[in-house]
């Protein structure tokens, strides 16, 4: 049975996210209000397979807590469960460790595949946030991808800058070029590997070593 702890410092909602988990099957080990109490509970209880993540929460947040996992439990998974589906977020959530990222109104279902997903395949996306990630996160980094996709420097920087908070228009200047020709950079990356979203690029740089986690 998969174990699962839940982050989120709205009681109603958590009580609610609660009987739903236990009702798909797993095991709510217990609740946490932020991920301050979380870290404080972990230590010296039963550690969970997963836990559901919200990213807005006082004294640290799912950001922070996320990292603080993923440095000090790297094998236990992390859904982000958010109502924020902005590219910043979800950019921060991968590069901190998240596997999966949700929004707060699917359904159940919804819910049991992204676990199970996770659990069994190690990420989970949600077309509504991602569109074609499930298709990068597949792209294996034992294969010569560079050289596959003839990727020149100018890319690899770039890609590079895509995976850090900077936006467009804050890459454009980094890089002494025009907004215009940073968008030209962009789409040129979405044909040649089959992507359409900023996301999309963030998993392709990971996955293939181009930027590390932080």
Avoid at 158 to 184: Q, V, W
Wanted: hydrophobic share 40%.
């Amino acid at each position: 049975m998969i174990k699962v702890v839940l982050v989120d410092d709205h009681a109603l909602l958590r009580s609610g996210l609660a009987g739903i988990v236990a009702d798909l099957g797993y095991q709510v080990l217990y609740e946490c209000d932020n991920g301050r109490q979380l870290v404080n509970e972990i230590d010296g209880r039963e550690l969970p397979d997963l836990v559901l993540m919200d990213i807005n929460m006082p004294e640290m947040n799912g950001f922070e807590t996320t990292l603080w996992l993923k440095k000090n439990y790297p094998l236990i998974n992390v859904i982000a469960l958010s109502m924020r589906d902005d590219e910043r977020s979800i950019i921060k959530m991968l590069r901190n460790g998240a596997q999966g990222y949700i929004l707060k109104d699917i359904k159940p279902s919804e819910l049991k595949a992204a676990i199970d997903a996770v659990s069994t395949t190690g990420y989970h996306y949600s077309e509504h946030v991602t569109g074609n990630l499930i298709h990068t996160a597949k792209l294996s980094a034992d294969t010569d991808v560079l050289k596959e996709h003839n990727l020149k420097p100018k890319d690899i920087h770039f890609l590079k800058l895509i995976c850090t908070e900077m936006t467009y228009k804050e890459i454009a200047e980094h890089m002494n070029l025009s907004p215009r020709t940073i968008d030209g950079y962009r789409d040129e990356l979405f044909a040649e590997l089959g992507l359409k979203s900023r996301v999309g690029l963030v998993l392709f740089a990971l996955r293939n070593g181009i930027a590390q986690i932080e």
